[in-house]
């Protein structure tokens, strides 16, 4: 053998022996370890949709716990850092999916993972962007004492729900199944935080009756907590 395809091949199981030591490879070890065979199967046998959906709760909020939040040892996170990979939720969702991939023999192929996440945060951050200026537009433009119609969707007819960004849910609003509440509002908390922008509204009327939002059965008179990002919410029609 050449010396030139020696150093080659020297180089390249000093790569591949750095790709298997790396942080997550050694927690997707870490994670096979712990588990029956019986534990590994079964999560292996499942879709990996369903799998991962399945794992985010439960076994994956401990997981996120102890590796992310209080583990002392902090080399994963960095790890996860350095990729640009800032959420938990995220770093956890590329280590199942690995093991899922390593599992069923298939290339854990990171790199495409690593696209696939970093283009749901542009959307993601898209979204927030878009949504924190109609809000910041609504709190300019209503204040206490103005009489304002609010929207919400309702589920099975009688739980008021809300999207994270209304605007960009493809929501057709329809008075026939939806919420539509007349309401003063009571109280406007000065803006500290965008993703915070609660405030008090008074239920003067409402379009269908029987109504439950958050956990409690709503009416006229009452006050509930109302939000310029979360609510549709427009001006009172004027009479002619």
Request: glycine share 2%; proline share 3%.
């Amino acid at each position: 053998m050449s010396f030139k395809y020696l150093l080659f091949f020297i180089v390249f199981c000093l790569i591949g022996c750095q790709d298997r030591h790396d942080p997550l490879h050694k927690t997707i070890e870490e994670i096979e370890s712990s588990w029956t065979e019986e534990q590994l199967k079964e999560f292996s046998e499942k879709p990996d949709s369903v799998a991962l959906a399945e794992i985010h709760f439960g076994y994956g909020m401990d997981f996120r716990n102890k590796k992310f939040r209080n583990e002392k040892d902090t080399t994963l996170v960095n790890y996860f850092h350095s990729l640009d990979i800032y959420h938990e939720d995220y770093m956890s969702s590329i280590i199942f999916a690995s093991l899922h991939r390593k599992l069923n023999n298939k290339p854990i192929d990171l790199d495409e993972q690593l696209k696939l996440i970093h283009s749901i945060v542009t959307e993601v951050k898209t979204k927030e962007d878009k949504n924190t200026k109609r809000a910041i537009r609504y709190y300019k433009k209503y204040f206490k004492g103005d009489t304002i119609l609010v929207r919400m969707p309702l589920r099975n007819k009688e739980y008021a729900t809300r999207y994270s960004y209304p605007e960009d849910s493809e929501w057709v609003y329809n008075d026939s199944i939806d919420l539509l509440i007349r309401g003063v509002i009571k109280e406007k908390p000065k803006l500290k935080d965008t993703m915070d922008m609660y405030f008090k509204l008074q239920i003067l009327s409402m379009n269908h009756d029987n109504i439950k939002f958050v956990s409690d059965n709503i009416g006229i008179g009452d006050i509930i907590d109302s939000d310029f990002r979360l609510d549709i919410i427009e001006d009172v029609p004027r009479s002619r």
